[in-house]
């Protein structure tokens, strides 16, 4: 007995009102004819229209190295037909990346479908993802409803918080994906569907593997191709991308004039962990933006949990680089703020030329208050690579001057070990 199955369709010829597609009769890998199919064009523009996704590649913000290789993976998997699990904190933005892979896969012009497993009520995620036939269970819309599978042929399905989806439903997930096909809930009949799976999660599912909480074999189809995104305080080096994006877009929002940040605010928000990722940054912005009332926004403006977390932060990573780090026989420095001097600093560029100095300093150019106020941002940012071009960007110096004064610093004798 020979076995057939149709392939993807794709669109030959829209014509007053019409649109002609083919969807191409396969067996195994091979074409043995073609299926023609006439619809309305204005209904299946209508559906592609509706599920559209809200982001694209473009819309991946950021400059650090770890976001360079996922943009660079993301490009490379995008036109494979292979699941995605997208894994990542809560606020690292799954759904962008899932969009991204979609908006970039020879699929783009089919429907982008997005579910939060974890938003649907238990009894309804079955009805919800298969949809559901008349008189299925009480309520049941007449004539039935497809379900987020069909919504999705021919397009990407996205589920979200794939970890909260119950067991029970799990099996029938990964016949849909093996087969290709789902049964609507009150239903006897398959209906073929043509979809990407993409899954996403902020859980651990080997653990609930070993729970016995999430099948193994269905975890082994979703993960097909991982794609791991780093939570923002292991890419700081992003929040200035990031902040210039959130300021305009509540600026344009809020029909504001100019919006500067005060050197005070910019230093808290580089120091701040950031446990809610590029979304709490998000939401910061616009609380900041909300809470000022002239053109700069102070650090009083952000919210108080990272101001409270800063501040906790500054006095145990201080205490800890001057006992651990400073020569014994230098006195304890005191906690310094930034000066005046760096109060005009634009937070979404450069330095400005109060804080550019491109001379070699000496031992008789720095003075104490520098000194203070860069041993102080080495406590916070730690004194690697990135520690020092954070420190330098938080004082508004370059990084060519800031290794010219940790030159000068290392003379005077203020570290055990050279600091280079």
């Known amino acids: 007995m020979e076995t057939f199955h149709l392939g993807r369709a794709f669109k030959i010829l829209d014509l007053e009102g019409l649109r002609w597609e083919g969807r191409p009769i396969m067996e195994s890998e091979d074409i043995q004819g073609m299926l023609l199919l006439l619809r309305k064009a204005n209904k299946a523009n209508n559906r592609n229209t509706q599920h559209k996704p809200r982001f694209g590649l473009m819309d991946i913000r950021g400059t650090s190295r770890a976001i360079t290789l996922i ?72 004539g039935g409803k497809p379900g987020k599978f069909e919504q999705a042929n021919d397009g990407t399905l996205f589920l979200d918080e794939i970890g909260e989806m119950p067991l029970s439903l799990q099996a029938k997930l990964l016949r849909a994906l093996q087969f ?45 191709i991982p794609l791991d995104i780093p939570p923002l ?18 600026k344009f929002n809020k029909g504001t004039g100019a919006i500067r940040w005060s050197a005070e605010a910019l230093n808290a928000i580089y120091k701040y962990h950031w446990p809610g990722n590029i979304r709490e940054l998000e939401n910061a912005v616009e609380y900041a933006v909300s809470m000022n009332v002239s053109d700069r926004i102070e650090i009083s403006c952000l919210p108080e949990r990272i101001i409270r977390s800063v501040q906790s932060a500054s006095q145990s990573q201080a205490a800890t680089l001057n006992t651990r780090t400073f020569n014994s026989k230098t006195p304890m420095v005191k906690q310094p703020t930034l000066h005046s ?21 000496t031992a008789n150019s ?49 570290f055990k070990e050279e600091i280079k």
């Open 71 to 142: 943009k660079e993976k993301v490009q490379r998997i995008a036109p494979t037909e292979l699941s995605v699990l997208i894994r990542g904190e809560s606020g690292t933005g799954k759904e962008l990346f899932a969009g991204a892979i979609h908006s970039e896969s020879f699929r783009r012009e089919g429907p982008f479908v997005a579910v939060n497993c974890a938003a649907l009520p238990e009894n309804l995620i079955e009805s919800e993802l298969f949809g559901y036939e008349d008189g299925a269970f009480t309520g049941a819309r007449k």
């Open 180 to 224: 290709k096909e789902i049964e609507r809930v009150g239903g006897t009949k398959p209906v073929s569907v043509d979809i990407r799976l993409i899954a996403a999660t902020n859980k651990p599912l080997e653990q609930m593997i070993e729970e016995g909480t999430f099948r193994e074999d269905l975890y082994y189809r979703l993960n097909v």
């Open 233 to 250: 305080r292991e890419r700081i080096e992003d929040v200035t991308v990031l902040l210039e994006l959130f300021t305009k877009r509540v």
């Open 341 to 361: 001097s760096n109060s005009d600093i634009t937070p979404l560029n450069g330095e400005t030329k109060k804080t550019r100095d491109e001379s070699p300093p």
């Open 366 to 414: 720095i003075s104490q208050e520098e000194i203070e106020a860069i041993l102080d941002a080495l406590a916070q940012y730690g004194t690697t690579t990135k520690g020092k071009e954070m420190a330098a960007r938080t004082l508004g110096i370059s990084r060519a001057t800031m290794y010219r004064r940790l030159k000068i610093i290392n003379s005077l004798g203020y």
